[in-house]
């Protein structure tokens, strides 16, 4: 069994910025902790970009402190607010392919992890050019069994206006490129929506999950009556997330983590017994 945490749209901002009220730094640094303290076994985390809100070097600095610290395995793509150049230069380890982009493969046991960049500097939208395309068909070729994808940039429209309008224009260039190897594309990761998201796209699933700072909300939009969804981007401050992939040669399960719950835990097992009088052993008499 693999396990990998995907965390996005983190966001993070200089000292002694905030970001729509918020505090990205704190929020990332509850994240990793929450990690560490449950899944401390994960083979792999992923960040799919807009690592850093204005992509300046001492949020990149503020954002690489806290994984360092962590000791988790982790990958970080770029999204449309970093500045690959600056990330490049700032966070240690980062990846860098031979044209320069963020990009690259990551074997965990037969599992080929491929990240993808798909930033566009000076626009908000993504994009997978010739070049991006043809290093992911020769790593493609180059591998055999199954593949999972990580990208900033979802691939398709999802029913909000705005952001479908900032997502993959490159989307059928990229399904041309995977089209051969069907069979073997078991998932893609991305962020970008900051929203729990789940489905199919051609065929393929894909989730996506919260981000660390502030989240899109959907007042207005996923209309399927002919009326207008708003033109509006409108953001929410709902409690920060990330999502944790348990994936073997027959499943993948996808778990949504909310973090900054603060409920205390009980037993539901302990709680039903004593209030109802009875046992949740269904072979109890
Ligand atoms: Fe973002």
Redesign the pocket.
Known sequence: MIKIVHVS?T?VVAEPHRLYGLDPRERLSRTIADIRANHEDADLCVVTG?LAHWGEAEAYDAFAERWAAAGLPAVFLI?N?DDREVFQASVPGAMVDEDGFVQGARRIGDLTCLFLDTVTPGSHMGSLCERRRARLTRILAETSGDVAIFLHHPPLAVGVAPMDAIALVDADGLAAVLEPHRARIRHLFF??L?RPISGTWRGWPFSGTR?VNHQLALDGHLRVDGRPASDDIVGSREPPGYAVALIDDRSTVVHFVDVLDDDARFSLVAEETVGRGYALDMGAE
């Open positions: 749209d966001h807009d999204g607010h962020g970008h900051h981000g």
